[in-house]
């Protein structure tokens, strides 16, 4: 008995670390598209999948075949980064007062160094023609567009990543919401890395930085 016992607890705490060190698997149904405009709308996003974040907010899912979505809700003004990886690079996916990209590649040594710093852009909040032809035009060059955060509803960002700039059928994605950039609001709850670095949420491409992708979420599109 002492023995089925001590196999039955040395399974189950193997578990909880596998659970504890690995990203989780979350399908992402598909829905109606979303207007990128900051304002949320509880018909426009009931077709999504919810996710918390880590220390307040939400994270919301969902895609059409040629785009994915997601919705970061915090409790207050902030703004917001979407991790996306492709091989050995990782692309960090700003959204604030502007937008911009900042992309990393895995060195040798193991550690990620910048090899493009944010450049921002994107700063009209109108939905003028001009505006909105200039975010499609961001789109189609870039991959991905969000609103800023001075656009729609406070505490509310709409990101739109292309399929194809995500380059798989069950890419790895990271989030988080920030108010202030030494406690951001993040997901998956297994994320430790340094996407969670204070000066990369500042909007700053420190070098050197960390990413552990096991812990970043499997989305299965």
């Avoid at 659970?19 to 149904?29: A, E, H, K, L």
């Avoid at 509310?156 to 920030?178: C, G, Q, V, W």
């Avoid at 996407?195 to 500042?202: P, Q, S, V």
């Amino acid at each position: 008995m002492r023995i089925f016992c001590k196999s039955i607890f040395t399974i189950s705490f193997w578990l909880a670390t596998f659970t504890i060190v690995s990203g989780q698997t979350i399908q992402i149904p598909k829905g109606v598209p979303v207007s990128i405009d900051g304002r949320f709308s509880v018909e426009e996003w009931k077709d999504a999948v919810r996710q918390e974040l880590i220390g307040g907010g939400e994270v919301h899912f969902k895609q059409d075949g040629a785009y994915l979505y997601v919705c970061l809700r915090g409790s207050k003004q902030g703004w917001g980064h979407v991790y996306v990886t492709r091989g050995d690079t990782v692309y960090v996916l700003h959204a604030s007062a502007a937008l911009g990209t900042a992309i990393y590649h895995r060195s040798n040594g193991g550690v990620w160094q910048p090899v493009q710093e944010f450049s921002w852009t994107m700063r009209d909040t109108s939905l003028s023609r001009e505006a909105v032809n200039a975010r499609e035009k961001f789109l189609q060059s870039y991959g991905w567009v969000a609103n800023t955060v001075r656009m729609g509803t406070p505490g509310m960002l709409e990101f739109k990543i292309a399929r194809k700039f995500l380059n798989s059928e069950t890419p790895l994605l990271a989030a988080l919401f920030a108010s202030e950039p030494k406690s951001p609001q993040f997901w998956p709850p297994t994320l430790k890395d340094d996407c969670l670095a204070e000066k990369l949420i500042f909007g700053t491409t420190p070098a050197d930085l960390k990413f552990n992708r096991e812990g970043w979420a499997k989305l299965k599109l």
